[in-house]
């Protein structure tokens, strides 16, 4: 059975830090899409992040190029997806889900429909 277990949100002040990170587990993730998507209040799910585990390449949103990275961490049958947050903003305000899906040629990993797996969220606030 396949968990993407997210953790370390929690309220921060504006130009403040947070990590976050998914402990993935259940299957092998040799060749899979890890993103991060976040939730603002009254809005839809949106693409914040997204690396592949074979080969490291990573994509980020243009609302946080330069601010945030993502990084993971293989193992055997696990995997960890970090996504360090820095000079934090009150538009980051957001439930931050993980997810993971197949590599696979020609799918975006902006699109929500590519992931197969959700975490159950953790909330990041922050204060101005």
């Known amino acids: 059975q396949v968990q993407l277990v997210e953790s370390g949100g929690g309220l921060v002040q504006a130009g403040g830090s947070l990590r976050l990170s998914c402990a993935a587990s259940?299957?092998?993730?040799?060749?899979?899409?890890m993103g991060w998507f976040r939730q603002p209040p009254g809005s839809e799910r949106e693409f914040v992040a997204a690396?592949?585990?074979?080969?490291?390449?990573?994509?980020?949103a243009d609302s946080v190029k330069g601010r945030f990275t993502i990084a993971r961490d293989n193992a055997e049958n696990t995997v960890t997806v970090y996504l360090q947050m820095n000079s934090l903003k009150p538009e980051d305000t957001a439930v931050y889900y993980c997810?993971?899906?197949?590599?696979?040629?020609?799918?975006?990993?902006?699109?929500?429909?590519?992931?197969?797996?959700w975490g159950q969220g953790t909330q990041v606030t922050v204060s101005s």
């Open positions: 690396i592949i585990t074979r080969g490291g390449s990573t994509y980020y």
């Open positions: 997810a993971a899906g197949l590599s696979r040629a020609g799918s975006s990993v902006l699109n929500l429909q590519r992931y197969d797996y």
């Open positions: 259940g299957r092998t993730f040799s060749n899979y899409v």
